[in-house]
């Protein structure tokens, strides 16, 4: 990972979202005081864009898709913590979107190689779907011989299948160029 700050700031912003999230959760279970429901819920939403990514959600999405290099890189550091609160999966599957077509440097290849391997152990299948459509642009012979090693020595069957998933991905795509 590149900046333990950025990572750090990251993942603290992931459990305040965390947290307010439970809290407007539990202001609607245990309270019939529409204020206090209302104040949670507007509290969640206010923050929730500033914390779910550095410097603004949108600002940073909007960034992202005009190719800013600093906020790629900020992108990249967002996959490697991988922070996890509501509706983050569908942010790092935006980003892995926008990634495809992003021009990156042999350096944020290879992190996000690591990103890729590890994630396959996660749940999240559309995330994974869209980490295999990222894999199939960016993955060079050395990212596929880690794949394969990766197969053979997962111990779980379940990450053992989402790894031959993004391997047939990439190989279709081979086959096509």
């Not at 950025?6 to 202001?27: C, F, G, P, R, Y």
């Not at 104040?39 to 914390?51: K, N, P, S, T, V």
């Not at 509706?87 to 996000?112: M, N, T, V, W």
Request: charged share 30%.
């Amino acid at each position: 990972m590149k900046c333990e700050k950025q990572v750090t700031l990251i993942l603290e912003n992931a459990q305040k979202i965390n947290d307010l999230h439970i809290a407007l959760k539990e202001s609607k279970e245990t309270t019939f005081d529409e204020k206090k429901v209302k104040h949670a819920a507007e509290q969640f939403h206010r923050l929730y864009d500033q914390l779910a990514f550095p410097g603004g959600l949108q600002a940073g999405m909007a960034l992202l898709k005009k190719n800013d290099a600093s906020i790629t890189e900020l992108a990249i550091t967002y996959l490697e913590a991988n922070p996890y609160f509501f509706r983050s999966g569908y942010i790092k599957e935006e980003i892995a979107h926008i990634l495809k077509r992003a021009p990156l440097s042999q350096d944020q290849k290879e992190r996000l190689y690591k990103v890729l391997l590890s994630s396959a152990s996660d749940k999240d299948q559309r995330k994974w779907k869209a980490y295999c459509n990222l894999a199939t642009v960016i993955a060079n012979s050395d990212f596929c011989t880690q794949l394969n090693t990766s197969i053979a020595h997962a111990a779980d069957q379940g990450i053992r299948e989402h790894l031959s998933d993004m391997h047939d991905a990439i190989l279709k795509v081979k086959k096509t160029q």
